[in-house]
């Protein structure tokens, strides 16, 4: 299918306030921008900024326009992990749990999210931001960034990055990364599977929306059944996997979309999908 170039909102909805920790922007084509907006503190995941980002994710659940979620940053970096300043003034392990629990809301808020969500990554990403964009369904990133899991070097290892880590990367990498605190850089994150793309910085912009033009025509429904299948069949053995697949696959051949979509191919034309919900 030949990708058709989609006309890009001038004046987007903006959700927040001008100097928010965290803005959130939508467009006419229900095109979700998050921008980690604290690019002084390099945009660290502080209690503010996690509770700003679950309320992005629940305001994208309850938009039935909503198609794709641009998770950015403003600043040299991209994100350097938690608030090690404001977790250093907790009283108990009680209240470190707590944060920590907050932060897996946010990571399963992104893989529950039933539109795709791509990081855009202009600077350093490191413990939990390298996190956030492992986290990510898809990211690209400039070929300047470096990505780390570096708590090691102060003696906390960085247990939560981990795990969506050690599913977009090779174990050994990943290993190597966590115990050794060591960068790597965007061309080797690009190697290994971290992000997608690696471009120089005047082509960030434009990298990102290829992807996102090239999701808005695909049918929602079709790519919010994939993806939610994608990570429940990761975790399952392989029977259970194909099983859960087929079943999938089958309820996705119920849907006026797919069967538009194989008449189409069977008549050798373009879908005509329905235009997406604006909201």
């Given at each position: ?24 922007t939508?467009?006419?084509?229900g095109?979700?921008?998050?921008t ?8 660290v995941?502080s ?5 700003a ?9 309850a ?30 392990q ?15 808020g992104i ?63 990943a ?6 605190g ?21 082509q ?5 929306e ?21 990570y429940q ?17 089958a ?18 034309r ?10």
């Amino acid at each position: 299918m030949t990708l058709v170039p989609l006309p890009i909102a001038t004046e987007p909805t903006l959700f927040s306030e001008p100097d928010a920790e965290l803005l959130h922007t939508r467009d006419a084509r229900g095109v979700h921008t998050f921008t980690l907006n604290r690019p002084g503190g390099f945009n660290v995941l502080s209690e503010g900024m996690l509770a700003a980002l679950l309320a992005a994710l629940a305001r994208v659940a309850a938009d039935d326009g909503a198609r794709v979620v641009v998770l950015a940053a403003a600043g040299k970096a991209f994100c350097a992990g938690h608030n090690l300043k404001e977790m250093s003034a907790y009283p108990d392990q009680a209240a470190h749990q707590a944060l920590f629990n907050q932060c897996t809301k946010v990571m399963l808020g992104i893989q529950n999210l039933g539109v795709p969500v791509m990081a855009r990554v202009q600077g350093l990403a490191t413990a939990a931001g390298c996190q956030l964009v492992a986290q990510c369904d898809l990211a690209v990133a400039v070929d300047s960034a470096k990505f780390g899991v570096n708590g090691i070097s102060i003696g906390l290892f960085c247990s939560t990055p981990s795990v969506p880590l050690s599913r977009n990367i090779p174990q050994k990498r990943a290993m190597e990364m966590l115990l050794t605190g060591q960068f790597i850089s965007a061309q080797q994150a690009l190697a290994d599977g971290l992000i997608n793309r690696a471009v120089p910085a005047e082509q960030l912009d434009e990298a990102v929306e290829g992807f996102v033009q090239a999701i808005l025509t695909k049918p929602a429904e079709a790519l919010a059944m994939g993806k939610q299948l994608f990570y429940q069949q990761r975790e399952a053995g392989m029977a259970a996997a194909y099983q859960l697949a087929g079943q999938t696959m089958a309820c996705n051949m119920m849907l006026p979309c797919t069967q538009e979509g194989v008449q189409a191919f069977t008549e050798k034309r373009t879908p005509s999908w329905a235009t997406p919900q604006v909201g």
